[in-house]
């Protein structure tokens, strides 16, 4: 999908098939990325329905600067972001640890789809400004700057978020293993 | 903190199943429709107040218990990476991954040795089971031309009955998952097809009691594994097929108590509320 793709230009024109098999598209990609970003299955299906709605709705705006991908990345980062400031006092009841249940037992097969299950398990037991770094860092591959102008925390924040999650993902992982 | 994490820290991001729940192929369509139609709706209106959407995708919640169809599918063959030990990396950088080559299989499949399914009601269903979501995966092709159901692989075998299951065989499929559960008793493959075979039974074979051993048997073989969700929602599933509410409470309230916070929870709790007295 790139951003030539004739669905594109059909999708914004009104086409409604040509904007399903683009949703279609994206929607896998962004489902993943919301559930990194946000804790437990059924909030981040919730947003991440948001987030494509967000997508859809700014589909005219996408001036081909860049993949459509990578701008649909950004552009569902952004609705997260916005959806768990809204949602911040629903989202500090679930913060006692509602999902723990979720985390597999260290016998999980560690498959693709499982391994990455539980590595959102690991992620769900740090905190939010920790993970959110992380995921943007080391999964979008955006720059410090880049994050730090996103966030609107300084540098040095966003370095030691860095820091400080990733030990704590690494302690998580040894412990899980143990 | 630019030095590269493992991967299974942080896998890829990409657009195949997981960290997010695997979905039906259904359920996907469901939300492609209701994501389509929130968006024309109202393009000035906050997407957060879109409740067609927001209801289609609840509504598509009663279909869930299928996601286990498309769970299995992913697992299955990629339990060839388990048993070998060899989970490939996901690295951020890696390229995208090629859909698999299908392979014409030439065997015919021995006549299915299936229990003769007891007689009971069928499960009610708002809808026929989804069809599986076809993830290609690379590297991963069961490579079974000739299979030997006493001698292939658990993951050949896994791979092999999700293929009798996309043709409609489920009696095929079914003998292959418990051969899988009969040779690798306790692995996670025969949690796995113990799974699939019990969902199949439940909804394909009309065989609630058989479907309610399998699960049971699964969950007491990884109590706390990354399946015991769709093996604590199937044994109430079978349950209400069976017709005995009380069993049926009991088991939606030990699923909730495992996992609040599933996908399924709504639909748990309203089940709870139709059977209270």
């Given amino acids: ?178 | 903190m630019d030095e590269p994490l493992p991967s299974e820290l942080l896998p890829r991001l990409d657009g195949l199943p997981g960290p997010a729940r695997a979905l039906t192929s259904a359920r996907s369509a469901a939300m492609v429709r209701s994501i389509v139609d929130a968006a024309l709706a109202d393009p000035d209106a906050p997407a957060r107040a879109e409740a067609p959407a927001r209801m289609g995708w609840r509504r598509a919640l009663r279909f869930a218990a299928a996601i286990l169809f498309c769970f299995s599918g992913a697992v299955a063959p990629a339990l060839v990476r388990h048993v070998k030990h060899t989970v490939a990396p996901r690295s951020p950088v890696a390229p995208p991954r090629q859909p698999e080559p299908r392979r014409e299989r030439k065997h015919d499949l021995a006549p299915p040795a299936v229990e003769p399914p007891r007689t009971v009601a069928p499960v009610p269903r708002p809808m026929p089971p989804a069809p599986i979501v076809s993830v290609p995966r690379p590297n991963v092709s069961p490579a079974v031309e000739e299979l030997d159901v006493e001698k292939a692989p658990p993951e050949d075998l896994l791979a092999l009955a999700n293929e009798r299951r996309r043709v409609r065989d489920w009696g095929g499929a079914d003998r292959l998952y418990r051969a899988t559960s009969r040779r690798f008793p306790d692995s996670d493959a025969a949690v796995v097809a113990g799974v699939a075979s019990a969902t199949l039974h439940l909804e394909q074979l009309r065989d609630a009691a058989g479907a309610l051993r399998d699960y049971r048997q699964a969950l007491a073989t990884r109590p706390t594994g990354p399946l015991a969700e769709e093996a604590r929602w199937g044994i109430a599933e079978a349950e209400r097929a069976l017709g005995d509410s009380a069993a049926e409470a009991l088991a939606l309230r030990d699923f909730l108590a495992k996992h609040p916070g599933s996908a399924l929870a709504p639909a748990a709790r309203r089940r709870q509320a139709e059977l209270a007295p």
């Fill in chain 1, 1 to 178: 999908m790139t951003a030539a793709d004739p669905r594109l230009a059909a999708a914004v024109a009104g086409d409604r098939r040509a904007l399903e098999e683009l949703v279609a598209e994206i929607l896998p990609r962004v489902r993943n990325l919301v559930r990194y970003l946000v804790r437990g299955d059924a909030e981040a299906e919730d947003i991440a329905q948001e987030a494509m709605v967000a997508i859809v709705r700014g589909l005219p705006s996408h001036r081909g600067e860049g993949t459509l991908q990578s701008w649909s990345d950004r552009v569902a980062t952004r609705a997260t972001f916005g959806c768990l400031r809204r949602v911040r006092r629903a989202r500090a009841q679930l913060d006692g640890g509602a999902d723990l249940e979720a985390v597999p037992h260290p016998d999980a097969p560690p498959d693709e789809y499982i391994a990455s299950r539980r590595a959102v398990a690991l992620l769900d037991r740090i905190p939010d400004d920790q993970r959110h770094a992380l995921v943007l860092h080391h999964v979008l591959g955006m720059s410090v700057p880049d994050i730090s102008a996103d966030l609107g925390v300084p540098l040095e924040t966003v370095r030691s978020r860095l820091r400080i999650g990733i030990g704590k993902l690494r302690a998580l992982h040894g412990g899980e293993r143990c």
